[in-house]
Each structure stands twice: as structure tokens, then as C-alpha cells.
């Protein structure tokens, strides 16, 4: 068995399902890094799912959501 190593990672939690699947597909669209999985239990979110990117994407990433107007928790973002 191979064991993921763990990497610093953003995390964008989002309040509707309907916002993360927003993320998911413009994201998936212009080739921003990252994903969407279920939020961990640690962290506090109107729906439970969050888009995950390494933390060396955290510019990209936030770059591109102000720029499609994409909408997430204003106090959902983490760095895990």
C-alpha cells in the first residue's frame, strides 16, 4: 500500500452545493488546480463540500474566484 504524502493545501469551503459544483466546473474548464471533496469534520461549512488546491496554488486559485465572481463562505478559507 502507498501512502499519500501529506502537502500543504488550500481549502475553500462553500455554503450551497450548487457554489461548489459552480467551482468545480469553471475550475475544471480552465485548468486551475485542485478539487472537490468532502469538507473535514474540523471545519464549519453551509454545505460539505470544499474545493482543495495545494497551498502553492492559493494565488491562482483565489485569483481566478475573484475574477469568475464565484461565491464560497467569506470566512471559509483554510490553510491545512
Known amino acids: 500500500m502507498t501512502v499519500r504524502k501529506k ?5 475553500i469551503s462553500f455554503r450551497t452545493a450548487a457554489e461548489a459544483m459552480a467551482m468545480e466546473t469553471a475550475c475544471r474548464e480552465a485548468g486551475v488546480p485542485g478539487r472537490l471533496i ?3 469534520s474540523f471545519v464549519t461549512a453551509g ?3 470544499g474545493w482543495k488546491a495545494p497551498e502553492a496554488a492559493e494565488k491562482e486559485v483565489m ?4 475574477e469568475k465572481g464565484l461565491e464560497y463562505e ?3 478559507i483554510y490553510l491545512l
Open 74 to 76: 467569506k470566512a471559509g
Open 63 to 66: 485569483e481566478f474566484v475573484r
Open 38 to 40: 468532502p469538507v473535514p
Open 7 to 11: 502537502e500543504p493545501s488550500l481549502l
Open 47 to 49: 454545505c460539505s463540500f
